[in-house]
């Protein structure tokens, strides 16, 4: 099965500067999606952004982009102009193509100081 | 739009008590599915269901139960619970099911049990 691996339990950023949470994968598939979710403190999950494996551009959606290196198997996400409301936690995720068993990173907690 | 709606948000039980959490959604997903969320471990799979009358092991099944008798509804029991079984859980739906590329999921708000 796959593994998520979130190496940053919290990170601390700047407000208004750039972050960056990492996320590191490791399949033998060819064909998958890495997906980031952020989950507030009200408990609800939020999806932000998706990246296939045959996408050659990294995916963006607004402030979020995700920087996906294929051969390293990693997919960062990059949050850029980082708002207090950004606070929260942050899961990668990650599913193979056919396969109904989608896996989720442990977490990275991020705050965002004033 | 109601989305996913999970029902208690709030549960206590004693060691060995029974439950149902439910979950409903009206997007007519065909797929759905049952996550418990722990310190430290994010999310991780119960069972899941891409259809009426299918449902299949996720990566931690034991100690649940699931049936789909409708599109609508996955409802997840507890038959004897126990306090490893304290955690968040989450009702999750998506159109096709997570194997199909760039399908996201939608999460239900979550309930919020603990076993005693």
């Known amino acids: 099965a796959q593994k998520i691996t979130q190496t940053q339990p919290g990170m601390f950023v700047q407000e208004k500067e750039a972050v960056t949470l990492d996320c590191t994968y490791d399949?033998?598939?060819?064909?998958?999606?890495l997906f980031w979710y952020k989950q507030p403190s009200s408990g609800e999950m939020i999806f932000l952004i998706y990246?296939?494996?045959?996408?050659?551009q990294n995916a963006t959606e607004g402030r979020y982009s995700l920087n996906f290196q294929k051969a390293r198997k990693s997919a960062n996400l990059v949050i850029s102009a980082s708002q207090l409301g950004d606070s929260a936690m942050y899961f990668c995720?990650?599913?193979?193509?056919?396969?109904?068993?989608?896996?989720f990173g442990a977490g990275t907690r991020l705050t965002v100081k004033p | 739009n109601a989305g996913v709606t999970q029902t208690p948000k709030f549960q206590v039980l004693k060691t060995g008590q029974s439950m149902t959490l439910q979950c409903a959604q009206d997007?007519?997903?065909?797929?759905m599915s049952w996550y418990r969320q722990d310190p430290g471990m994010g999310l991780r799979l119960i069972h899941y269901s891409v259809g009426a009358g299918i449902t299949d092991q996720g990566e931690v099944p034991n100690g649940y139960n699931v049936s789909r008798s409708t599109t609508e509804d996955f409802p997840l029991r507890l038959l004897s619970a126990a306090p490893s079984q304290t955690s968040v859980y989450f009702c999750?739906?998506?159109?096709?099911?997570?194997?199909?590329?760039?399908?996201?999921?939608?999460f239900g708000s979550g309930t919020q049990l603990s076993v005693l």
């Open positions: 990246q296939g494996s045959y996408d050659e």
């Open positions: 997007m007519n997903h065909e797929y």
């Open positions: 995720a990650m599913n193979r193509w056919n396969n109904n068993d989608m896996r």
């Open positions: 999750a739906s998506s159109y096709s099911g997570t194997g199909v590329g760039g399908e996201k999921l939608f």
């Open positions: 399949t033998s598939d060819q064909s998958y999606g």
